[in-house]
């Protein structure tokens, strides 16, 4: 093995064994380290080796932007700044389980150096810029509008700086060693409140949205930008579209805080929404989305369903509360489709196309408008997908790396 390439493939061939052999020298050196990450091992740090690789085989340029914010993303972990240099010794050691010629050993060595450094030093200038590393809030109130879905308001000491549609990391006593990415549903300001749509969908999701109130939640540092900064100056007429946000399910929390934040800053550009739920008592959100669209008639809605009717026992009381306008929802296994629709009869209807929710819908859905778009000969249509999700999947997304299952 001669290049960082090459180490990279073998890395995430060895993904679980790399991970295993790091955490262990992490631990005989810093035993308080086994608190921060998750007691079961296949749950613990799983981005760690696919991250290591997609940093080696690509430029420092395109690397360290990433690095540093994780730098100061990660203080909410506890750790100090120093621990960085024993990491970054673990890491290389971990190296060990690979035949490696001495010049790729010694390159790969100085890379994973750098890179920890760089988090050491952004950890460090963000506690001298009095930056707090996380956050504690308390669960006030939790709404469950049907069995799948809560709605958490969270109260906080201090208000939350984070731009409309950002991530928060997340984590409870619940979840020990556990982080998950959620995105208020509302805007910062100085209530120093936050709600969060969270989907029953298994696993941590499940523990979150049994929260009651009283419980205690920390928080990381927001994150990421939404939508994404685009150059559009290459789309002619179609600038002074309406950009399209396709949000599927409790997606439509990160678009509804964009929604707000729009409004606050008194944007009246046009914004058409399609809101996408599995079933019509699925779409729980609805007298807010009136309300909105009677507030700022420059917002558009339309609503799809995977089915036209909802489980047995799906909602905990009646689907939609009293006077909630029920619009009409068209039955559409992704919504996707309902914007191809009409990207094809005018390509110039929307600016570009953004699509939110669990990877597995996002990324069939931005594959249904690309290969229409294609076949359609249109190919200036701009998508933009904003994914969340667990395994390969999230992280050949998150890093950019080719998919098996997406081949075709």
Known sequence: MTTLRELADALREADERYRDVVHEQLFSQIFEARQVFAPARASRHVDLTVAIAWALENPAPKVDALVAQLGRDHRR???????????????????????????????????????CTIMKDEASKADWEGIPPAHTATVAAVERPNRKTAVVHLESAFPMDFEPGQSIPVTTAHLPGTWRLLTPANISDDTAQLFFHITDAGGASTMLTLARPGDMWTLGTARGKFPEDIDVSFLGASASSPDL????????????????????????????????????????????????????????????????????????????????????????????????????????????????????????????????????????????????????????????????????
């Open 77 to 115: 972990l506890g750790f100090p700044p120093e621990v960085y240099d024993t990491f970054a010794q673990c890491l290389i050691d971990g190296l060990g389980l690979f035949e490696l010629s001495p010049e790729l050993a010694g390159t790969a060595a100085a890379r994973l150096r750098s890179i």
């Open 245 to 408: 946000y396709i949000c599927y399910g409790t997606g439509w929390a990160a678009v509804r805080s964009f929604l707000l934040g729009k409004i606050a800053a008194d944007d009246s550009t046009p914004v058409a929404v399609l809101a996408h739920a599995d079933s019509p008592g699925a779409h729980y959100d609805l007298l807010f989305q009136h309300n909105l669209q009677e507030l700022a008639p420059e917002i558009s809605i339309q609503h799809t369903v995977g089915d036209a009717k909802d489980p047995l026992l799906f909602g905990t009381t009646q689907a939609f509360p009293d006077h909630t306008p029920v619009p009409e929802m068209a039955v559409v296994d992704n919504p996707a489709r309902v914007a191809l629709e009409a990207l094809v009869s005018n390509p110039q209807a929307f600016r570009r196309c953004v699509l939110v929710g669990p990877a597995d819908e996002v990324t069939e859905g931005a594959g249904i408008l690309n290969l229409g778009l294609a076949r359609a000969g249109i190919v200036d249509g701009l998508i933009e997908t904003h994914s969340w999700g667990e395994g390969r999947l999230t992280q050949s997304l998150k890093y950019g790396q080719s998919f098996p299952g997406l081949s075709d």
